[in-house]
């Protein structure tokens, strides 16, 4: 066992209540990490040496009441391929999708350069390595042979645009187009060659009126200074909080190389969803897929 499964084991040990959720890190407390989960904010432990960025999706663990940050809820990459480099940030493509890095002062890096990479407090180039080694061809076993993952991103901003970006609450009417804002952790962790098997989205609605809310795609990670420049979508038929089922064309255009970075509404009756401070977990996107 490794140093970190031993102190995952002493932390459980003995135990009466012990459960894991899928959560996200929201910046230091002290010592100690804020992290949102379940409609709240609450400060949690580093069971692990691993620092994770702001707005990282992480594993918390949850023992007699007292949490603990285990990790990321998705693989991490050790290393790529440099594809660009501009401002002093390396995009690099990695088996988990395109990351972004930050590379040493003097270092210069080119496209095609094979590369080592830090995932710890964002990713870091280490070092350009000589070559690439052919990739070991895994052991068939007997489970068949693909990865099952399922992870959540919440969102980062929730806003509405009218004339301008006015509320934190997510409006479909017929003035109204809102989005969520993930940044770009979507495309950055959903490898390209993802298959998925569903893709859902949590709600938490204030208002329901009039026709059902028209969902679709946006390509912005944050919020843009001008329109969000929403097209098409489909409607989807809200009754109150809870997880609602996205087509999975959605999916293929939120992983790497699709084009899409959230969701938003494309109007759509006057249907209000709640703000990130009203609901940290409103517009917290769900999937599975496998690679």
């Known amino acids: 066992m490794t140093d970190e499964t031993d102190v995952l084991l002493d932390i459980v040990d003995g135990k009466s209540a012990v459960r894991i959720v899928a959560g996200a890190y929201r910046g230091l407390n002290g010592l100690r990490a804020w992290v949102d989960f379940e409609g709240g904010r609450v400060p949690a432990h580093f069971a692990t040496s691993w620092r994770p960025v702001v707005n990282d999706p992480v594993w918390v663990l949850i023992v007699d009441g007292v949490a603990w940050v285990t990790g990321p809820t998705s693989p991490l990459a050790s290393e790529g391929t440099v594809v660009s480099v501009a401002g002093g940030v390396a995009t690099i493509s990695t088996d988990v999708g395109n990351v972004a890095a930050t590379y040493n002062t003097g270092v210069t890096l080119t496209a095609g350069q094979p590369v080592k990479l830090l995932a710890h407090g964002g990713y870091h180039v280490v070092g350009v390595k000589a070559s690439t080694p052919t990739s070991p061809t895994p052991d068939p076993g007997g489970g068949g042979g693909s990865t099952v993952v399922t992870q959540i991103f919440l969102p980062i901003d929730a806003a509405s645009f009218q ?121 917290a996107i769900r999937t599975t897929y496998r690679y």
């Open 163 to 283: 004339n301008g970006w006015w509320t934190g609450r997510v409006i479909a009417g017929s003035s109204n187009q809102g989005c969520w804002f993930y940044d770009f952790k979507m495309p950055w962790t959903i490898p390209a060659s993802a298959v998925p098997s569903s893709i859902e989205i949590y709600l938490n609605p204030v208002q329901i009126q009039g026709s059902d809310p028209i969902f679709t795609t946006h390509q912005h990670g944050t919020r843009p200074p001008g329109s969000p420049g929403l097209v098409g979508g489909v409607p989807i038929d809200v009754t109150g909080p809870g997880w609602y089922s996205l087509p999975l064309v959605f999916f293929n255009a939120l992983k790497s190389g699709g084009g899409a970075a959230g969701v938003g509404l494309n109007h759509g009756g006057y249907n209000i969803f709640a703000s990130l401070a009203q609901d940290p977990q409103c517009g």
